[in-house]
Structures are given as C-alpha cells and as structure tokens.
C-alpha cells in the first residue's frame, strides 16, 4: 500500500505491518488513521492533520513511512537551463565534512550559480530576535526556526500563535537577504536536514522566496547515483555563531552569546518532550505566569544536525556533535571588534551585531503566522459522545474506560475513544474490544457446543434406535436371502427333474410315432384284403347269376363279403384319419415340449444366477451387519461420555 500524493510530505508505503507503532510517538490525535486492507491493517498518514515531525520515522523499524522533497524536480530544472542558486542548512557541512566542497563544486559543475550558507541567515535571526525581543518587550516568545513546531501550533495551539517570535527563521532570512540585499533573481534551492521545511517553503507567510527543498538523504542519494562531483567550492558569504543554530540549544547559546547568562531561555527539545512543553506552556500564558526570556524549542531531540532527512546511518553516529564544535571554534573569532570575538562581553558583541547589520531593515525579516485550526479535521468529542463511542467499544464502566493499555497506540483510552470519534480508527483496533469479542465469542461457542452435545445425545439415540432396527432388518434378510438360496436350489432341482421329464416325453412320442407308422401300414394292408374280397365278392355274384337257381345262395353269400369288405374299408379309411389327427396333435406337443425345455433351461440358468447372487448378498449383508454393530458399539460409547 502506498499513499503518496502531491499533498503530503510523509506517507506510508507497502512495508507498513499495522503495528501502531507510530500512532505511539505522533504527537497529534488524528494524524494516523488505521485502515482495513486485503492482507491486514495498515496506519495511512492524514496529510492535512500531519506536521510532519518524523517521529514515525524514528519508530518503525519496519521503514514503513516514507516522504517526499523537490531533489529531482530540482535537477530536471536545472538540466532545462533554469537559473537557480543555493541556500544550504549549517547542518550539512557537519554531516558531510569531507564531501562537503566536492558536493558543492558538483552542484556549480551542473549550473548552480550562488551558493550561500543558512549560518549567515541565522546570524540574521539571532540579531532580528534579540532586538525585536528587546524593543517590545516580547518575553516569553517561542522561536520558530522548527517548522514542524510552527505547524504544530497553527493547527492545534492557535492561542499560542501570539507567542511566536514574529521573524523569519534562519533559511528565510538566508532568501531574503539573497533576494533583497544581493539582488540575486535565481530560484532558490534549500539543502536541508528537515522534511518539513517544505511546508515552509510552501506557506503563504514566506512568500515563495525558496522553490525547493532539497533533502540530504534524497540529494545525496542523487549525487552518488549521478556522480554529481566538483572541484572544492565554498559558500560565498562569511558568517558567524549562527553556524551552531543546528546543535540543541544554538540558539540559546547564540543569545547568552549576546545577552549573557543572566537572561532565563528554555531549552527544549524532542517529538514528545516538545508538544507536551507546549500544551503546559498554553496553560502557563493563558494563567499569565511567569516566562522566560524566549523559549528554544525544536522538534528533534538532538537538533537539525538529526533532523528528518538526514541519511538513516549518519543517525547512528555521534560524528555530527564533533563536526559542528570544529565549526563553531572557528565561527568564534579571536580578534577584537567582532560581533564573535572571544575576547569582549555580551554587551560589546551585541553593539557590533547592530552595527553589522545596521544597514538591514528588520521589517524585511518578520512575518505573520495562520490560525489553521479550522483546516485539520479534529474535533474533542462531548461528554455524551464519548459515552457513545465507549459504548461502541464495549467499555461501559469507569473502569473499563480508564484501563489505558496503550498496545491501540494511545496514551489512553479517551484518546482511543476520541480517535474513534474523529474517523481516525476503528473499536476493532482496541485489545480490549477483541478481548472482549473473543471471551463472547468463546461463550456462544460454549453455549452452542452443549446444544450441540445434548443434540448428539438426542440424535445418537435416535440413531442407536436406527442401527437396531437397521441390525434386525438384516438379520431377516440374512435369513431370508438363505432361504432363498434353499429354495432356488430345490427349484433348480425340481427343474432338472421336469427337463428329465421332457426328455423322456419325446423319447414316448418319438415311440407313439413308430406305432402310428405301423398302423398306417396295417391299414393299408386292410384296405388291399377289402379291395380283393370286394373283387371276389363281384366275381362270386356273377358266377351265381349264372349258375342260376343253385346259385342263388351263393349270391347271397357273395353279398356278405362284399358288405363286410365294404365296412373293412371305411373302418380303414377312418382309422387313418385318426392316425392323421393323433400325428398332427403329436407333432404340436412335441413343439411345446422343446419350447418348454428351453424354457425350463433359461429358468434353470437363472435359478443358477440367483444362488450365486444371494451367496454374495449374504456375504455384504454380514460385511454391513458388521459396520453396524461397531458404529452402534461406538455410539453407545459416546452417549456413556456425554
């Protein structure tokens, strides 16, 4: 995830593990807010509630937050042949002492033409301070060298805007001078230690004097990357004690410098020390108590010699305080008649300090601050409606409300609540809200498990009741099946017998054929004896008509044998027509009987198939009367847990 946009000087990248991390060291309620994301939550940055103190940067150690400057808007300027100088932080030359000059000569190299160190502004600021301090009698004023400190007071303290010294700050009076005072047309160019000097640079109030803001970690990454070297250049304008402006507490040195150590400054430094200073401080103005001389307050715990855009590993070092001490014995001139001399009192320094700059106008270096409250969204919630987010939160009594664990990132719980209120978070970022969530959850999940258990008992009978009618069931099939598989091995037996059967019908008709055959011969033999004996019996009558009277009996006889040769034939005649009618009924019960062998062959086969299937049923069934019984056995082991 990443949230960068030209409104925002810090944000944060893909790194960031929701950690709250971040949220713990920012100064300001609403400057993060926690957002919900595919793989988890992520703490974005609310660019219009950030002042951009790089206290988050100091925290992650997951380098989560990330800020942008002007470096390569600079350099592809300055490639397009735009006339542009430099103006460089005191700081620099103590973070990079041996490439200080090589740097610089790189930058003339590329097209730079003036380049101008901010010690000289700050000599200005130091000597615009003191006398506007003196000649209004503005005691107990802030100063506003810290932008972050500056932007921190126009959103969330506007009732101190009144305090803040009305003067430039060193790089502005550093522009202003060049602007001013050497004529100098160019753009300019800051090189700073300070992410939020952009703000600055950007602010209505400083009059787009300065257009960039160059980063020592973005600038140097871009001189190594590039190889922006030079021959050793220095900066053009000599300056003094304001060189040590970077160190905690330069200022207040500057002025104990010029007004001795009798006047009170209060030194202040660091994200947490620094804020909370100043919501006490408020109190202490609104009360009218006692204050002192000017208030030295800066951002960063160890002054902009560490400030926000330095190189991540120079702040590991304590190579910076050493540097700037080298620079500061030489800012501290030994001859007399200096404003920097070591060898005369505040008062003389002081004396030529107004001479030195008699000639500049403080006019020239003073400027005017914004209340910008109105432009951060953040509102303190009422009574009633922080109830309500307590409410949301699942917080109901006093103490629940005051267990301020800190692990949301705030102070307190108030603070969590009021975060909440302002759409900067979420209850479900709230330990205590998930703790909750959670021990409910555990709760409902108890309470449905014994539903659950007691359902299972209910259901286990139920089921125990199943398995037994299930075991009887197959049981009666067990018995059935080896009935069956009895009673188709008798049929099938049965069947073999009435093929037999069958067999024999056809051997018996094959028998009742051959006799027919014979009957069918001897009624032909019949009808030829008939035909002979009618045959006789004509020529028998013939031979009585002749014989005459005598004949008469023999006629007579003659007529008898041709009567019963008559009645031999049609016997004969309608003997084969039986035999017809027996053949052809034997010959269709001779088609049946091969069909109804066939028939019982089938019906054997099947009876054959049906054995050997109720064998295999039994064998399943007493595999399943198996399974039942261990699945009953396991469920009564259940019910005696329950």
């Known amino acids: 995830m990443s949230q960068k946009s030209t409104n925002t000087l810090v944000y944060t990248n893909e790194k960031c593990q929701g950690c709250n991390r971040c949220i713990s060291v920012c100064p300001v309620l609403t400057a993060n807010y926690s957002i919900p994301c595919g793989d988890g939550q992520r703490i974005a940055v609310h660019s219009e509630n950030c002042i951009s103190c790089g206290a ?86 802030i100063s506003q060298p ?52 952009k703000a600055e640079i950007t602010d209505p109030n400083t009059n787009g004097y300065v257009s960039y803001n160059l980063t020592f970690e973005h600038l140097m990454n871009y001189v190594r990357k590039h190889n922006v070297i030079g021959e050793n250049t220095k900066d053009e304008v000599a300056y003094g004690l304001g060189s040590i402006y970077p160190m905690p507490g330069g200022l207040k040195e500057n002025v104990y410098w010029f007004c001795g150590e009798d006047v009170f400054v209060r030194q202040v430094e660091g994200e947490k020390r620094a804020y909370e200073f100043l919501k006490d401080y408020k109190k202490r103005v609104d009360r009218n108590d006692r204050q002192p001389f000017m208030v030295d307050i800066l951002n960063c715990d160890r002054g902009c010699l560490y400030g926000t855009g330095i190189e991540e590993e120079k702040s590991h070092s304590e190579d910076n305080y050493y540097n700037i001490e080298k620079i500061k014995a030489r800012s501290k001139k030994k001859r007399i008649f200096h404003p920097f001399s070591r060898m005369m009192s505040p008062k003389m320094r002081l004396w030529f300090l107004n001479r030195k700059f008699s000639k500049l106008n403080i006019e020239d270096f003073m400027r005017k601050y914004t209340d910008k409250s109105s432009m951060v969204s953040l ?190 034939r049609e016997i004969s005649e309608q003997s084969d027509l039986n035999r017809a009618e027996i053949v052809k009924a034997i010959q269709e019960l001779m088609k049946e009987t091969e069909e109804l062998t066939l028939s019982i062959t089938d019906i054997n086969d099947r009876l054959t198939n049906l054995a050997a299937s109720t064998q295999e049923v039994l064998a399943e069934a007493d595999v399943v009367k198996g399974i039942s019984d261990t699945v009953k056995g396991r469920l009564e082991v259940l019910n005696h847990k329950g």
């Open 379 to 568: 509102r303190q919630p009422y009574p009633l409606e922080l109830d309500a987010i307590f409410k949301q939160m699942g917080k109901m009594s006093k103490e629940e409300q005051s267990i301020n664990c800190g692990a949301c990132g705030y102070s307190n719980c108030t603070e969590m609540a009021s975060a909440i209120f302002n759409n900067c978070n979420t209850p479900g970022n709230c330990i205590h809200y998930i703790k909750n969530a959670v021990q409910q959850f555990s709760k409902q999940l108890e309470e449905q498990n014994d539903k659950i258990l007691s359902k299972n008992e209910e259901i286990a009978h139920f089921i125990a009741e199943d398995f037994e009618a299930l075991n009887s069931s197959i049981e009666g099939m067990v018995q059935g099946n080896a009935v069956n598989a009895e009673e188709s091995g008798a049929i099938s037996a049965a069947m073999i017998k009435i093929s037999e059967f069958c067999k024999i019908l056809e051997q018996s008709f094959d028998g009742i054929q051959g006799l027919l055959q014979k009957l069918e011969k001897n009624n032909l033999d019949i009808s030829k004896v008939a035909s002979q004996t009618t045959l006789l019996s004509f020529n028998a009558a013939v031979e009585a008509t002749h014989s005459g009277e005598a004949g008469k009996g023999f006629a007579v006889v003659a007529d008898e044998v041709k009567a019963l040769a008559d009645s031999s």
């Open 146 to 197: 810290c932008p972050a400190i500056v932007n921190y007071i126009e959103r969330y303290e506007p009732t101190l805007i009144k305090k803040l010294v009305p003067i430039h700050s060193p790089m502005m009076c550093t522009a202003i001078y060049a602007k001013k005072y050497m004529h100098i047309s160019d753009k300019l160019a800051f090189i700073s230690p300070c992410i939020a000097k």
């Open 56 to 141: 988050c940067f100091d925290a992650c150690e997951h380098h989560a937050r990330s800020f942008f400057d002007d470096t390569e808007q600079f350099f592809e300027d300055l490639g397009r042949g735009e006339r542009i100088s430099v103006i460089l932080a005191p700081a620099f030359e103590a973070n990079y002492p041996e490439q200080y000059g090589k740097v610089l000569g790189g930058l003339k190299r590329l097209g730079v033409n003036h380049i101008i160190s901010v010690s000289f502004g700050a000599d200005i600021t130091t000597w615009a301070y003191i006398n506007y301090i003196t000649k209004h009698n503005f005691t107990g004023g």
